[in-house]
């Protein structure tokens, strides 16, 4: 999560889209001190989505390298 600390640095306005946000929103949305703008749902929404994106990544992976 460092990398996501960095580019919060360097473009706030993307806060929207990082892991630790949308984590923090979802577990508990009335700490936020930053402009978070998205609802429970959609942080939950969103971090459903990188899960899948990992898993696929994670399975295209292993079945190039291992199964093939």
């Known amino acids: 999560m460092g ?3 960095v580019v919060r640095g360097l473009k706030p306005e993307w806060s929207n889209w990082f892991v630790l ?3 923090a929103a979802l577990l508990d949305p009335t700490e936020l001190i930053e402009q978070f703008t998205r609802t ?4 939950g929404v969103t971090l459903l989505l990188y899960l899948a994106i990992v898993v696929a990544v994670s399975a295209v992976t292993f079945r190039t ?3 093939g």
């Open 65 to 67: 390298r291992d199964l």
């Open 21 to 23: 946000s949308n984590v």
């Open 3 to 5: 990398v996501e600390i």
């Open 40 to 43: 429970t749902l959609g942080a």
